[in-house]
């Protein structure tokens, strides 16, 4: 159950789009449907952003878009905006050994 | 409003025991996988356990795989954690949290507490 691969950080300017990559292998994004993507501040509970690799949970803004291809789940953020500065991690269920679950490493955005 | 309050936290030395516990209300307990996550300090989130509707299917994370016990109580509307042989690595927060769909979708999350492992 080793951790899925984020890039450390990423930056944007307000108003700009950036996404974040999460890989994994056959065993947990590339075999099944299972990413979700969850926003932190600092200090703070995570937030569920993106279900089942793109839907977003009502009350979450419709800049916020996921999606999958092969091993690699990408969260994007369109437009981006100063209360999107956080960290960002990915989840995906594995069944590398018994069904678990794993997180990214983890992204923190700089708006 | 659905509220999840973890509990139990607190400085504890390596190798002894310790039981969390996470007390739900405004929504139908008894209807939810209830998972375990935690979070080292300057650390990422780890997944530790979750549990089925009845209590009755566990799954565990390797790193605490015969450590750690999950277990709830429908009838109290709580999750525990029995925590075991701790270690410094274990020092972290720890959240409980609520998986929405059955496919690892947390919606909602404890504010969590904190367990310390030092001497």
């Known amino acids: 159950q080793s951790a899925l691969t984020q890039p450390a950080s990423v930056s944007g300017s307000p108003g700009q789009s950036i996404t974040i990559s999460c890989t994994g292998t056959?065993?947990?994004?590339?075999?099944?449907?299972?990413v979700s993507w969850y926003q932190q501040h600092p200090g703070k509970a995570p937030k569920l952003m993106i279900y089942g690799v793109s839907n977003r949970p009502s009350g979450v803004s419709n800049r916020f878009s996921g999606s999958k291809s092969g091993n690699t789940a990408s969260l994007t953020i369109s437009g981006l905006q100063a209360e999107d500065e956080a960290d960002y991690y990915c989840n995906s269920y594995t069944r590398s050994s018994t069904p678990a679950y794993v997180f990214g490493t983890g992204t923190t955005v700089t708006v | 409003e659905v509220q999840l309050v973890e509990s139990g936290g607190g400085l504890v030395q390596p190798g002894r025991s310790l039981r969390l516990s996470c007390a739900a209300s405004g929504f139908t307990f008894n209807s939810y996988w209830m998972n375990w996550v935690r979070q080292a300090p300057g650390r990422g989130l780890e997944w530790l356990a979750n549990?089925?509707?009845?209590?009755?299917?566990?799954y565990y994370a390797d790193s605490v795989k015969g450590r750690f016990t999950i277990s709830r109580d429908n009838a109290k509307n709580s999750l525990y954690l029995q925590m075991s042989s701790l270690r410094a690595e274990d020092t972290a927060i720890y959240y409980c949290?609520?998986?929405?769909?059955?496919?690892?979708?947390?919606?909602?999350w404890g504010q969590g507490t904190l367990v310390t492992v030092s001497s």
């Open positions: 949290a609520r998986d929405w769909t059955a496919a690892g979708d947390f919606d909602f």
């Open positions: 549990i089925n509707q009845d209590g009755s299917v566990p």
């Open positions: 056959s065993s947990d994004i590339g075999g099944y449907n299972s």
